[in-house]
């Protein structure tokens, strides 16, 4: 099968060769992207990835891990705020549908983010091309939380809306997210649910770890440095957790000096430990080095670092709020808490890197899930299900 993935402005170039936690507008969007096109071509189909050309200097195509990224001429060839991407939906769209008409016609295309939603739509409808859309975070849920501070486009809802209900079939990640397109107006019927996977080679108990401070138990959380992902909230738990120190990992660099302050402030500044963007080759290292993984958003569509930890066999601390509430079994793979509650954090973890048994329990019960529920190539076969579904393939003659 022919698939064109739809990801205006997050390239998989970013998740394969560099760290992707140092642009605010690079995380989870671009590993979904770059690891589910890697599967999907190693399950035999055809991938092409079609993403904005932010720099002059980039080739047209680029082939990357069995699949082509594709350099969308749309706008100034330089980085730009995703918000500020909306003008050249059209571009982009036109671009690609002439691109699908004389060189490469997909057989499905599947839409990242509801920009790329916009152009793939205006293109399929000219070119005779099914979509599936991926949101992968929300106007709604974005709006609720940030208020003033929400510097997306003044539809962006209304967008998001009307593609909910005219895309041939809207990929939904957890149940949360269900319950926020269901409140928006988008028929049940009209969604699938299958989450964002993990890739369990790379992510495992096995290998090595990262260098430990002598006599500290390790706290770790993983992230873009913006305010939303709460590691203010862990800096202020961490006085009511003696002898444990808190790895933060992810940038830009020039959001980590209020962190630095406020730890000073709450007096654990000797206990915190800011390293910055981490190459994607050694997150696994640093996953096998904690006690335990913290991830204390505020709200989070899906959250891939909380499944990156299940994998490698660390237990997961996290707040109870959309994805999380999907993969971390409360109790079982993990805890969950309240968002904004730095009291509930620290006695959650406290009480876990006080607890050796539960755990080894929970990192047991976390491999398993990962591995069960979470893994790729089980991941790119539900979604090559609902691939051939919209596109009216007969996969099993296909496969023959």
Known sequence: MRIAMVSEHASPLSALGHGILGNVDAGG?????AALAAELTAQGHEVRVYTRRDAADLEPVVSAAGFDVVHVPAGPATEL???ELLPFMGEFAEWMADDWRTRWKPDVAHAHFWMSGLAAVTAGRLCDVPVVQTFHALGTVKRRHQGAADTSPAHRVAYERRLGRVVDRVVV????????????GVPRARMTLVPSGVDTGRFSPDGPAAPRTPGRKRILTVGRLVERKGFADLIRALP?????????????????????????????????????????????????????VAAAPWYEPFGLTPLEAMACGVP????????????VVDGVTGDLVPPHDPKSLARALRRLLGDEMRRMSYAAAAVERAEVSYSWPRIAARLTATYGAVAGLDLTREAA
């Open 173 to 184: 990640q957890c149940h949360d997210e269900i319950r926020e397109l269901l409140r928006m």
């Open 81 to 83: 705020p995703k918000d």
């Open 316 to 327: 997961v601390v996290g707040t109870a709020v959309g994805g999380l509430i999907d993969t």
């Open 240 to 292: 009511l957790i003696p002898g444990a120190e808190l790895v933060i990992a992810g940038g830009p660099e020039e959001n980590a000096g209020k962190l630095r302050k406020l730890a000073d402030r709450c007096k654990v500044g000797e206990r915190v430990r800011l390293i910055g963007a981490v190459r994607p080759a050694d997150m696994p290292c640093w996953y096998r080095s904690a006690d335990v």
């Open 29 to 33: 969007q671009n590993a979904h992207v």
